[in-house]
């Protein structure tokens, strides 16, 4: 029996070493992961910071990118709406003075003077005025002061 205790003790022996083998193996495993876990923590906090700093970079580079996109394009919609102003103003222009010009001809085969032929009417009777008032001695009235149409009295 003496054998079999001595066999026991000794099996023992070997499975404590087994277990304190395990045991420290797990420590050193276990403060390997915390290791490493504490090291990526710090890492990831660097990596991080430079992702957020590398992404406003591209923020700003990217905002920068489209105001001068939105200048180049509101130029160019000004330079367009500049173009279709004058070419819409051109064709008022034209419609303007075709309108009119039919106006005058119709008033004209009416027999309706026009304002040219009025004026000229009138500077004339200024002129004979002015000359019978010489003759005669008298001086000449001023002459009123017309009224034209859409003409403001002030």
Known sequence: ????????????G????LAAAIKESAQQIWLAGLGAFA???????????ALVKEGTSIQKRTVRMTEDRMGEIGGRVAKAAGE???QANGTWDKLESVFEERVDRALN?????????????TKQVEELTAQVSKVSGTPARKP?????KGATTG
Not at 144 to 148: P, S
């Open 1 to 12: 029996m003496v054998k079999k205790l001595k066999a026991m003790a000794e099996a023992a």
């Open 14 to 17: 070997k499975d404590n070493q």
């Open 39 to 49: 090291k990526t923590q710090e890492e990831g906090q660097k990596v991080f910071q």
């Open 84 to 86: 279709l102003q004058k």
């Open 109 to 121: 085969r009416l027999g309706v003077p026009s304002r040219k032929d009025i004026a000229a009417l």
């Open 144 to 148: 009123r002061a017309r009224k034209t």
